[in-house]
């Protein structure tokens, strides 16, 4: 395989070996992209030309209806009230698994006894199934014997009834969400800190840097490339969480808590239209394809590697 | 929050803390344990309620208040559970997809990872886009070309079935370029002075101080696979395919009324040796920090 | 009942009454009438051992349900030698509804298919789903012994596509603790204007417990609403599709349903109906007849069960799912495919399957067989659901035949009763989303039916 030589050729080699690098390149991402390609990328061009159809999975004929099925949906105030309920539960949710999962990663990180349990504790939830999460927290949420009830009952509130009030829904999806997935974040947060030379603390100890300080120069920009990936991730996968919302709300009460996955699911698989469905995964793809580009150009400058 | 280094030298193994702890110290170790013990609770809650109620009487289950504590505590939910559907079976099944499939992610992450973090090649940003393009395309759309796929490929009802469509990975490759960008450049720029090619550099320079990275990747890919429900259950057709998770789905009642003692035990089931998993591989982690530090 | 029946039970049942109705299903494939009290060892026309036709039969069951189903399944195999059912679970309604439709493109179709009420409609426009009655004739299946009201769902034109196999239908439920702790007769409400006066009794005053839950799930909460609907002289819509969502009843029930809640406060909405039910948070709810021997077995009361209540008239839906052949099975397949259906809904094997269920029992025959007389006198409840079964009737076109059309209702019906929005604006809405969604319904119903 190519050797990595030093310096100093002539530039026809210097070519050479860049283009002998750039099969290397190839050869080691090809096979992922080669399976993206007839798994991933496939269905979604596959997407895109269903978009411009009038189907419904089971007709022999699928006519072709142009933007038709884009302009239906944008010209629909339920399809815009959806994309500010995703926009919604992705900021809190995204926030929040973020923000709290650094501190988590930062307190168990720490050499305390017993963090090991801790963390397996944090982590259990990621590992929950669907169904099992929504009994357990229909019953925490319960406006009349759940376990938030009887807390705010001591300080004399009572609980709304959370799964069925369309103000109080969105909220205990979001709370639901970020216990079940935080687990991730600490464990990539942790991975990412072990990843920080110890050399770096102890030098800026040696400058006289207190501890606040160092936490800002020294742990901040050392977690920084770790941050990034979590953040670009986490909106994607929060943009796309089905699973919880089908289990807890299934959308309701009166269509608060349906995003747009959500609505594309009703429209593919319970609706059968194909066409529609088609649109709300272009449009959710296009959502998430531009805010990860934004932060390619904007969030990843400020990243600090090595 | 406690988030200074002050607390982690305060709190260094407690087996070298031979002179007395200063006062402020030891409050921020208190502190540290409060906020352990609070996270601990407020998340531990839901996990306890469920292992607790795989204990219980289904009667108890659906009682109100509900019970902290089984007030008749039984084990009949496990065998029940366990009676109720080939669970030998499903673990093989499990155990077998979830190997391969993500021993294929990583495989294909570091490769992937150490092209976009090291090797040059035109407009790299593109192609790294392309990769995460993967991540945006929501799984509802693939279902049914992937179906077809995989029918064509005569592929429906094996494990090459349930593997293969999901062994290229986007996330995992993400993780490791970050964790190899972060890498310093002097001691790649070392290894290249001694010679070294390119799948020396990955395999003995890169992974070793990237192990907490690949590990960490590695565990998450483990729990998607072991976890995933929707695509075997589509591909497979006999209960001889059939993976844990849709054993567990089979154990709750599809309309009226479900046996909750038996499903939380069978949930139980699929929940115990992820994180098992987990703390063996929080060992690695930490092993991998100190090789990281040693060659660092 | 006490406990549900173990795999065995269900199969030693199933075998000891099977003989006759074996028979009766497989009359058709020669033998003539010859008595056979051993199926397994007559010989069937099929010469070679080997010879037996493989049929694939895709379900939803799960739970007891689905150990149900698979005892039924073997039982039949165990029964003949001429056909044998493999019997694959393949996830919930929606997902099994969606794998049969990617297997119709990829042509991995099954050859029996358990469909339930909202989704088979949609197979049988599209032609995926076949006639049974040729198929029915072969093996001398006796239609008029189906209830009617369950087996004339399945027909379009005349023609049956659509089996009755695991149905059910709502029913009121009560706790007849709370009800004597109230001072009330030991009997369902007649109606509702006679709940209204019991329920502020049955309230506990500082909020927890209601007189009477809803479910919250826009799909659950539609069907229940139905029978409410017809109960108030409404309807979702006319059988030829024309939506009468904001007919003066139908508005009238949705307001009745909002009261409930809003204005009088003796009704709640909550996720877990069951729970609050079984834990004396509500005293009462409406729920299907398949929930009847859970809660039954799990309740620390007397559980007690009435037909719906009244208000004009008597309403009631019924639900659950059916059994239908696939079009593109080949002929020897969807023959041995109906032999099996004929079998699982035979008088016998329809008492075992509501027996172990709590479905109702299909045939008309299965209410006299000495089994069921016997269950009923033990489960006294049970026998009201199934003698509410005459006067049920088939869902409106608007929740079943149009997609979706569940959820549109129940989405609209949860804006009424938690926004406290107002029926009329809601329902007109509505109305509108139910002709949209059933427009290109009717263009397929035009093509397929003229």
């Known amino acids: ?306 | 929050m406690a988030v200074t280094n002050e607390i982690e030298r305060a709190m260094k193994p407690v087996n070298v803390r031979r002179r007395p702890i200063p006062l402020s110290l030891l409050a921020w170790r208190i502190v540290g344990y409060a906020a352990m013990i609070v996270v601990v609770v407020i998340i531990g809650l839901p996990v306890y309620w469920t292992v607790m109620a795989a204990f219980k009487e289904t009667r108890e289950i659906y009682s109100l208040p509900v019970t902290w504590w089984p007030a008749k505590p039984t084990l009949a939910n496990f065998p029940a559970a366990w009676q109720a559907a080939p669970f030998g079976r499903y673990y093989l099944n499990s155990f077998i997809t979830t190997f391969f499939g993500a021993a294929a992610e990583v495989i294909l992450a570091l490769f992937s990872a150490y092209a976009l973090a090291y090797l040059r090649f035109p407009r790299k940003d593109l192609v790294f886009l392309l990769l995460l393009a993967a991540l945006m395309v929501p799984v509802e759309i693939t279902i049914v070309p992937n179906y077809l796929t995989v029918a064509r490929l005569g592929w429906i009802n094996t494990y090459q079935g349930i593997i293969i469509p999901g062994a290229a990975i986007a996330y995992g490759t993400f993780l490791l370029r970050q964790a190899f960008l972060a890498v310093p450049h002097e001691i790649l720029e070392a290894a290249r002075v001694d010679g070294a090619g390119h799948f020396r550099i990955l395999f003995s320079v890169v992974a070793p101080i990237t192990q907490p990275a690949i590990v960490t990747m590695a565990l998450l890919s483990v729990v998607s696979k072991w976890n995933d429900f929707l695509w075997p259950l589509i591909v497979t057709n006999t209960t001889d395919m059939r993976t844990l998770p849709i054993g567990v789905f089979w154990l709750r009642n599809s309309e009226g009324f479900s046996n909750w003692g038996v499903v939380m035990a069978g949930s139980l089931f699929l929940i115990v040796p992820v994180l098992i998993g987990f703390l063996l591989a929080q060992r690695a982690i930490v092993e991998g920090m100190t090789a990281g530090a040693v060659k660092g | 009942m006490k406990r549900t029946l173990t795999r065995r039970e269900l199969l030693r049942l199933m075998m000891a009454g099977s003989g006759a109705a074996v028979l009766a299903a497989c009359g058709g494939q020669g033998q003539g009438g010859q008595p056979a009290p051993q199926a397994t060892q007559a010989p069937a026309v099929v010469s070679q051992p080997g010879s037996k036709v493989k049929i694939t039969y895709w379900g939803s069951f799960s739970g007891n349900l689905g150990e149900a189903e698979q005892a039924m399944v073997k039982s039949f195999n165990e029964s003949q030698n001429e056909v044998e059912v493999e019997y694959q679970f393949q996830g919930s309604y929606e997902e099994t509804a969606q794998k049969f439709t990617a297997a119709l493109q990829a042509n991995t179709t099954p050859d029996v298919i358990l469909l339930s009420d909202v989704w088979w409609f949609g197979f049988y426009l599209a032609g995926a789903i076949t006639a049974l009655d040729d198929l029915a004739k072969q093996v001398n299946l006796d239609f008029n012994d189906y209830e009617p009201v369950l087996l004339n769902e399945g027909v379009r034109k005349g023609v049956h596509y659509w089996i009755p196999f695991a149905r059910s239908t709502p029913l009121f439920y009560y706790n007849k603790a709370i009800w004597a702790e109230a001072g009330l007769p030991d009997r369902a409400p007649e109606t509702w204007a006679e709940f209204s006066e019991w329920a502020p009794k049955l309230v506990k005053s500082d909020g927890s417990r209601a007189a009477f839950g809803h479910p919250n799930g826009a799909s659950y909460i539609a069907w229940l609403f139905q029978g409410v609907v017809w109960q108030f002289g409404g309807q979702y819509s006319q059988p030829d599709f024309t939506m009468t969502m904001t007919d003066p009843n139908t508005l009238r029930a949705a307001q009745f349903y909002q009261d409930t809640v809003v204005k009088h406060k003796w009704a709640v909405l909550n996720a877990n109906l069951n729970q609050d039910f079984l834990g004396g948070a509500i005293a009462s709810m409406m729920a299907s007849t398949g929930a009847l021997a859970g809660i039954q077995a799990n309740a620390t009361f007397p559980v007690g069960v009435g037909f719906l209540p009244k208000e004009t008239n008597f309403g009631c839906p019924t639900g659950g799912a059916g059994l239908a052949i696939v079009s593109r099975a080949p002929a020897e397949k969807q023959l041995a495919a109906m032999k099996y259906i004929a079998f699982a809904t035979n008088t016998v094997n329809a008492g075992v399957w509501a027996r172990s269920t709590g479905y109702m029992p299909v045939r008309i025959s299965t209410k006299q067989t000495p089994e069921m007389v016997e269950f009923f006198t033990k489960n006294p409840n049970f026998k009201t659901a199934v003698d509410q079964l005459p006067k049920t009737r088939a869902q409106d076109a608007a929740r079943v035949f149009v997609r979706n059309g569940d959820q549109i209702i129940g989405k609209g019906l949860e804006r009424i009763i938690v926004n406290g929005e107002a029926p009329s604006a809601v329902f007109a809405a509505v109305n509108e989303e139910l002709t949209q969604a059933a427009k290109p319904i009717l263009e397929d119903l035009k093509a397929r039916e003229g």
């Not at chain 1, 300080?155 to 687990?183: E, T």
């Open chain 1, 1 to 306: 395989m190519a050797t990595y030589t030093p310096h100093q050729e002539r530039h026809p080699n210097t070519l050479r070996r860049e283009h002998r690098e750039w099969l290397l390149f190839a050869l080691f991402i090809g096979p992922n992209l080669l399976l993206f390609s007839v798994f991933t990328y496939w269905p979604l061009l596959y997407n895109v030309y269903l978009s411009m159809v009038r189907w419904d999975f089971l007709r022999p004929t699928m006519p072709f209806v142009g933007l038709q099925n884009y302009i239906a949906a944008f010209s629909d105030p339920r399809f815009w009230n959806i994309i500010w309920q995703t926009a919604t539960f992705t900021v809190w949710s995204v926030g929040l698994t973020l923000v709290l999962g650094l501190m988590l990663a930062l307190l168990l990180n720490q050499p305390l006894r017993y963090r090991n349990t801790a963390r397996a504790v944090v982590f259990a939830p990621v590992v929950m199934s669907g169904a099992v999460v929504a009994v357990v927290w229909s019953y925490i949420f319960d406006p009349r014997y759940g376990l938030i009830d009887q807390l705010l009952g001591f300080i004399g509130f009572d609980s709304p009834n959370w799964l069925s009030d369309p103000f109080w829904a969105m909220p205990a999806v979001i709370i639901v969400y970020v216990w079940k997935n935080m687990g991730y974040a600490v464990v990539i947060y942790l991975a990412g800190l072990q990843n920080i030379p110890r050399e770096l603390y102890d030098a800026a100890r040696v400058d006289g840097a207190g501890a606040w300080e160092r936490f800002w120069n020294v742990t901040l920009p050392g977690l920084s490339p770790v941050a990034f990936f979590l953040s670009v991730t986490s909106i994607l996968t929060c943009f796309q969480a089905f699973d919880l919302i089908r289990v807890l709300t299934n959308g309701g009460p009166a269509d608060v808590t349906t995003t747009l996955v959500f609505h594309l699911y009703e429209l593919g698989f319970v609706s059968y239209d194909a066409g529609k469905a088609g649109v709300v995964a272009i449009v959710l793809f296009l959502i998430m394809l531009a805010l990860t580009i934004v932060q390619i150009r904007y969030i990843e400058q400020r990243v600090t590697y090595g």
